[in-house]
C-alpha cells in the first residue's frame, strides 16, 4: 500500500536533499574553519583552541591593503564585465534574431576548456615576446622593455575574461524577457533619442573608466580621462536612447545585479589569475589565504582571513542591494 | 464639412518580400514570387475630427497593420499619412501627435500608475505642477483615483485598461489609437467598457480610431465604420447604413446574420425594381437600394425584418411574399430563431420575437408550411463578384471570428 506523503510536507521534502548538501558540505566546514581560526600554535609544536579572537584584528590591520586590492580588482573587473557583458546580452536578446542560440552558445563555449588551461594559454599569448608582444616589438611600435604580463592590468582583464559569461547571462536573460511592445509604448509616449543624456553619461563614464585604468597602471590621467571622455560622449549620444534609460534598462535591473555579484564574488577571491598574470606587487587576498594554507601552513591566520574576506563581501552585497532597491528587482510585471 | 484628423492616400504595406532594390530586382522575372504579403492594400480613407472611427474585419485583414502605420510604427511601403493635414509619413513615433492604447496594455510594469500616465508628460518636459494636475484630472476621468502609488501588478485587468487609455489621453493626443483594447476583459467588463469608452470619447472630444473584430463593439460605439477585408475596406459608413445597405456579401455576412439570395433583374417601373429568384418568385426591391451596385447581384434581408405568415393570411400591400417550409425551430427566449427552406433549396433564418406567438404551441414547428413575407424598403442587394462558392469561403471565416 502507498503511503502518501501529506501536502504540506512536500516543499519541505524537496528542499531536504540541497540544504542536505549545504550543511555537509558549507555550512559544517565554515564552522570548523570559524574554530580553526581562534587556534594559537603551529604546525610543528601543535594547535590549541584559545578562543584568540585577536587574530581578526591582526589580519585586518596586516593585511587591509591586499583586501583594498582585491576589491578594487575585483570592482574593475565587474565594472569592465558589465561594460563588455551589456552590449553582448543586449545584441543577443534584441538583434540575435534566429542566432540568438549559436551566440549563446559561443558566450558559454570557453567553459568547455578549463579555467586554469585558459589562464595559462593568456600567459603564454601575452608573454614579453609572445604571439602579441613579439612582432609588435620587432615591428617598433612598442618599446622592448614594454610588458603587459606581471601587471594589475593583466590580472584584471584575466579575471574579467575568465568571468564575462557570468555577466552576460543573467544580462541575456533579463533582456530577454523586457517585452518589445513596452518599447513601443515608450516610442508613442515620446521616447525618443536621449542626445544630451546620452552624451554626459557617456563622458561621465568613459572618464571614470580611463581615471581609473591611470590609477592602476601608473600614468598621468590627464589625456586618457579627456579622450575616453569625448568618445564614451559619442558613444552615448549615438546609442542610448530615452526608451533604453526609462524601461529597458531598469527592467534589466535584476540581471545587472545577479551577473555583478556573481562576477564580483568570484572576482574578489580570485587567485588564479593574480599568480599567473601578476606579481607580487599585484597579489590579492585570495593569494595570502593559499600562502597561509598551504605553504606557511599557518592555519589559524588564513581561516580568519578567509573569513574576513567572507564579512566583507556580505557587507558589500548588502549596501549593494540597498543602493539599487530590492523592490525593483522584484516588482511584478504587468 | 468637418475637418479631417487622419487622411490616408493610397497606404499600402508589404510584408516579407522584399522591397529594397536588389532583391527585387532579382526576382523581377519571377512573376509575383517573393512579393511578399499584401497587408493593406491602397487604402484611402479620410477619418474626421472628433469622430469615433472603426477599423472592422477579421484578423489577417489588415486593420491593426494600417493603425500601426498610423502610429509610425510600421512604415508604409507606398502612400502617404497625414495628420490634420500635415505628411507624417516618415515622422518617427515619438514625434507625431497620436497615442495608442495597446492590445496588451503595455504598461511598464516597473513604474507606478502615476509614472505610467505621467510618462509622456515627463518627456514632453511638462513642469511637476502641471503633470500632477493632468494625471489626477485623467484618473479621475477613468475612474481610478487613488491608484496612483500602485504598480501594474496590483491592478486588475480593467483597471490596467483605464490606466492605459488615461496613460494615452493624458497627453491629449491629436488622434487616439485602440488596438482591440477590449480583447481581453471578459464579456461583462468588455460591455461596460464599450459605454465607458464612448463616454470619455465624447468628454475629452479626441479623434478615436479603434480596431477590433467585434462587428458588436464596432456598432456599440462608433460613429462611422471601415469594414475591412483583405488589405483594403470593402464599405465604409455609418453602422445603421452598413447593417441596413451592407454593399457587398463579406459586409452583410461579418456585421449580423443575413439571408442572401441569388436573383435575377426582371424590369423595373419608376420606383421599384423587380427581382426574381431561382424558384421563380418575383421581389421588389427599391430602386434607390440597387443605384450604386455593379455586377453580379444578390438580394439580402435580415432574419429580424421577416415575418412569417400561413398561406391563407394577408400580408401588407405591396410586401415580398415567398413560400418556404420551417426545417428548424430554436426557442431563444426572447425571440425564435427559424430555418426556413425555400422551393429553390436555399435556407432563410427567421428572428420572430416572442410577441404575438410566445408559447410552444403557438410556435411554427418544422415541417410546416409559411409564407415569408418583409416589406420591399428592407431588402438589400450586395455584389456578389465571387459568387456563391467564394461567399461560403468569407461566411465561414466570418463564422470563425
Not at chain 1, 558613444?235 to 534598462?249: D, K, N
Not at chain 2, 495628420?83 to 504598461?107: I, W
Not at chain 2, 483605464?162 to 482591440?180: H, Q, S
Not at chain 2, 394577408?314 to 410586401?319: D, K, M, V
Request: net charge neutral; proline share 5%; with cysteine.
Amino acid at each position: 500500500m502507498i503511503q502518501r506523503v501529506p501536502r504540506g510536507a512536500i516543499p519541505y521534502l524537496l528542499l531536504l536533499p540541497g540544504i542536505g548538501w549545504l550543511v555537509l558540505f558549507y555550512l559544517y566546514p565554515a564552522l570548523q574553519l570559524f574554530l580553526v581560526s581562534l587556534w594559537t600554535g603551529n604546525i610543528t609544536q601543535g594547535y590549541q583552541q584559545t578562543w584568540n579572537f585577536g587574530i581578526y584584528a591582526e589580519g585586518f590591520n596586516e593585511y587591509w591593503p591586499w583586501i583594498v586590492r582585491s576589491a578594487a580588482y575585483g570592482g574593475l573587473a565587474t565594472l569592465l564585465a558589465f561594460l563588455l557583458g551589456y552590449p553582448l546580452a543586449y545584441t543577443i536578446a534584441f538583434k540575435g534574431g534566429r542566432y540568438k542560440n549559436v551566440l549563446l552558445f559561443l558566450v558559454i563555449a570557453p567553459f568547455f576548456t578549463s579555467f586554469l588551461l585558459r589562464t595559462i594559454s593568456w600567459k603564454i599569448i601575452l608573454a614579453d615576446n609572445g604571439l602579441v608582444l613579439g612582432p609588435l616589438k620587432q615591428l617598433g611600435i612598442i618599446p622592448q622593455d614594454f610588458q603587459f604580463l606581471a601587471t594589475p592590468v593583466a590580472v584584471i582583464a584575466g579575471i574579467t575574461y575568465n568571468l564575462l559569461p557570468f555577466m552576460t547571462l543573467p544580462l541575456y536573460v533579463a533582456l530577454e524577457k523586457v517585452d518589445f511592445r513596452l518599447l513601443e509604448a515608450a516610442r508613442d509616449l515620446y521616447a525618443g533619442p536621449w542626445r544630451p543624456g546620452g552624451a554626459i553619461v557617456g563622458a561621465i563614464g568613459g572618464g571614470i573608466l580611463a581615471f581609473l585604468a591611470a590609477l592602476v597602471v601608473e600614468i598621468n590621467p590627464l589625456l586618457p580621462v579627456a579622450v575616453a571622455a569625448v568618445v564614451g560622449a559619442l558613444i552615448g549620444r549615438y546609442l542610448i536612447s530615452e526608451s533604453f534609460v526609462r524601461i529597458t534598462f531598469p527592467l534589466s535591473l535584476p540581471g545587472v545585479f545577479a551577473g555583478s555579484l556573481l562576477t564580483f564574488i568570484p572576482a574578489v577571491g580570485d587567485f588564479v589569475n593574480a599568480d599567473l598574470l601578476g606579481n607580487v606587487r599585484t597579489q590579492m587576498i585570495g593569494n595570502v589565504i593559499e600562502a597561509r594554507f598551504l605553504k606557511i601552513t599557518d592555519y589559524p591566520m588564513a581561516s580568519a582571513l578567509s573569513f574576513i574576506l567572507m564579512a566583507a563581501i556580505i557587507i558589500g552585497v548588502l549596501i549593494y542591494a540597498r543602493i539599487l532597491g530590492t523592490e525593483e528587482l522584484t516588482g511584478g510585471r504587468a | 464639412m468637418a475637418d479631417v484628423a487622419v487622411r490616408l492616400v493610397q497606404l499600402t504595406k508589404r510584408f516579407g518580400g522584399d522591397t529594397t532594390g536588389r532583391r527585387v530586382a532579382k526576382y523581377v522575372d519571377d512573376a509575383n514570387a517573393d512579393q511578399g504579403f499584401l497587408a493593406v492594400d491602397h487604402i484611402d480613407l479620410d477619418v474626421n475630427e472628433g469622430e469615433f472611427f472603426s477599423l472592422l474585419g477579421p484578423s489577417g485583414c489588415g486593420k491593426t497593420t494600417t493603425l500601426r502605420m498610423i502610429g509610425g510604427f510600421e512604415q508604409p511601403t507606398d502612400g502617404r499619412i497625414e495628420l490634420q493635414g500635415e505628411d507624417v509619413t516618415y515622422l518617427p513615433a515619438y514625434k507625431r501627435n497620436v497615442n495608442t492604447v495597446f492590445q496588451n496594455y503595455a504598461l511598464f510594469p516597473h513604474l507606478t500608475i502615476y509614472e505610467n500616465v505621467a510618462f509622456g508628460l515627463r518627456r514632453r518636459k511638462v513642469s511637476d505642477a502641471d503633470v500632477k494636475k493632468r494625471v489626477t484630472e485623467m484618473l479621475e476621468l477613468v475612474e481610478l483615483p487613488g491608484y496612483e502609488a500602485r504598480k501594474p501588478g496590483q491592478i486588475s485587468g480593467g483597471q490596467a485598461q483605464r490606466v492605459a487609455l488615461a496613460r494615452a489621453l493624458v497627453n491629449k493626443p491629436a488622434v487616439l489609437l485602440l488596438d482591440e483594447p477590449l480583447g481581453a476583459l471578459d464579456l461583462k467588463l468588455r460591455k461596460q467598457m464599450q459605454i465607458e469608452l464612448k463616454r470619455i470619447q465624447q468628454e475629452v472630444g479626441i479623434t478615436f480610431i479603434y480596431v477590433t473584430h467585434d462587428q458588436e463593439e464596432a456598432m456599440t460605439m462608433s460613429d462611422r465604420i471601415a469594414v475591412m477585408n483583405h488589405g483594403h475596406y470593402e464599405q465604409l459608413g455609418d453602422p445603421e447604413v452598413l447593417y441596413e445597405r451592407p454593399r457587398t456579401r463579406f459586409v452583410a455576412g461579418f456585421l449580423g446574420v443575413s439571408n442572401l439570395l441569388p436573383a435575377s433583374a426582371d424590369g423595373r417601373d419608376d420606383r421599384y425594381a423587380n427581382f426574381r429568384l431561382s424558384d421563380g418568385t418575383a421581389v421588389r426591391v427599391p430602386i434607390a437600394v440597387i443605384q450604386d451596385r455593379a455586377g453580379t447581384l444578390a438580394l439580402g434581408v435580415r432574419p429580424e425584418k421577416i415575418r412569417l405568415l400561413e398561406e391563407k393570411d394577408e400580408s401588407p400591400a405591396g410586401y415580398n411574399r415567398v413560400a418556404g417550409r420551417i426545417v428548424h425551430a430554436s426557442y431563444l427566449g426572447v425571440s425564435t430563431q427559424y430555418i426556413v427552406q425555400l422551393k429553390d433549396g436555399h435556407r432563410v433564418t427567421v428572428y420572430e420575437q416572442n410577441v404575438t406567438r410566445a408559447t410552444k404551441a403557438e410556435l411554427w414547428s418544422s415541417g410546416e408550411d409559411v409564407v415569408l413575407c418583409w416589406a420591399p424598403e428592407h431588402c438589400f442587394v450586395v455584389e456578389d463578384a465571387g459568387g456563391m462558392a467564394a461567399a461560403e469561403a468569407d461566411r465561414e471565416l466570418a463564422a470563425v471570428v
